[in-house]
């Protein structure tokens, strides 16, 4: 499988547009339209997006490309979707541009009542935090209506969700919908807090 390394968490179900300049990454690019269309985004751990020698995690998600468009310059511009999660077994050599042996990372509802009852409780936490962004910019839009199924509703608040990139990796390598919403949770209720505090808002 070709692999994206990047600084960004790419969820299932969620878009992610990309701008390709870097010249194994071009070719990279070719064989993926040449192919299925099919690639893994990767979070980085440690190190750059451009140039190589980094670190990466070993839970991915595979992007579809949507849709492509050469630039006069050369960059390629792309949409993507994110489709599945895998799990890299194996990294392999870099050259001419990263790859890796991935395996499935099924994710299974082990307690539908408990995983909708963690749906709901995300769902009035991001409305909570939305509505406390918007007390300090009111051009922020509120929260989307997820999804009625837990586990295609806990990558989509994941993907809106206010949280950094190694918490973001933390919620894509949960186990399943029930692990990753109260993760979640726990992370929503922590930004409430950071937000109350930082501009002093009132309860």
Do not use: N
């Amino acid at each position: 499988m070709p692999m994206f390394p990047l600084g960004t968490v790419l969820f299932p179900y969620a878009m992610l547009p990309l701008q390709v300049f870097e010249p194994r990454y071009q070719l990279m690019m070719r064989h993926v339209l040449d192919g299925d269309h099919e690639f893994g985004v990767v979070l980085i751990e440690r190190g750059s997006e451009v140039g190589g020698g980094d670190t990466r995690f070993d839970i991915a998600t595979i992007a579809r490309v949507v849709q492509a468009s050469d630039l006069p310059d050369g960059r390629i511009v792309l949409a993507t979707v994110g489709m599945r999660r895998v799990r890299v077994a194996r990294w392999l050599a870099d050259d001419p541009y990263p790859r890796a042996e991935v395996t499935a990372f099924a994710d299974v509802s082990t307690d539908p009542q408990a995983d909708a009852a963690a749906r709901a409780e995300v769902v009035t936490l991001l409305a909570q935090v939305t509505e406390l962004a918007r007390r300090i910019d009111p051009r922020i839009d509120g929260p989307p209506e997820l999804d009625p199924d837990p586990v295609r509703a806990s990558y989509e608040a994941a993907a809106i969700s206010p949280i950094g990139p190694f918490d973001a990796q933390q919620v894509l390598a949960a186990a399943d919908a029930g692990t990753r919403l109260r993760l979640l949770a726990t992370l929503l209720a922590d930004r409430m807090v950071d937000l109350r505090a930082r501009f002093d808002l009132d309860e």
